[in-house]
């Protein structure tokens, strides 16, 4: 097996989506992390928010390169409740790149995920692998940009 190079979280209740999913990443270095329901990771996100006003502190680094990955997340867009998880992960971590495998994805679906800062949308019944690996691919080149950033931000503090 391939060495590890990315974590990929991975938010959603279907096994074998989730299966899926990790071989293909695999393939890529990359391992799948399975962080729950997405009300979980809405819930999680919030909660390592909670008196974090900015970047700066050592905990806060440590934050970034842990939680800071991709994100997939399986969403029904039946359930209204869903339409609101790609806007309250981008209303509390904006940079997080939040890629989503939908069930019942309609033109209003792909609009509201759109509008809301899905970095992607994909419909689960029809679901290309290689196009997914493609946009999980681009997410992660932009985490890895960001973490050089924050990287240089972070070794010019400790030299001040």
Excluded at 28 to 37: A, C, F, N, P, V
Excluded at 74 to 79: Q, T
């Amino acid at each position: 097996m391939a060495e590890t190079h990315e974590t990929i979280s991975f938010a959603g209740n279907d096994t074998e989506l989730a299966a899926r999913l990790r071989n293909a990443f695999q393939s890529r270095s990359w391992s799948l992390s399975i962080g729950g329901t997405t009300r979980q990771i809405v819930r999680i996100l919030q909660e390592s928010r909670n008196g974090r006003e900015r970047l700066g502190t050592e905990s806060e680094w440590h934050w970034v390169k842990d939680f800071f990955t991709p994100l997939v997340l399986e969403i029904d867009y039946v359930d209204p409740e869903s339409t609101e998880i790609v806007r309250d992960i981008k209303r509390l971590y904006g940079a997080i790149p939040v890629i989503v495998i939908g069930s019942n994805v309609d033109l209003a679906a792909l609009s509201v995920a759109r509008m809301d800062g899905a970095d992607a949308l994909f419909r689960k019944s029809d679901l290309d692998l290689d196009r997914l690996c493609d946009a999980v691919g681009d997410a992660v080149a932009r985490v890895g940009r960001w973490r050089k950033l924050l990287d240089q931000f972070d070794q010019k503090a400790a030299v001040v």
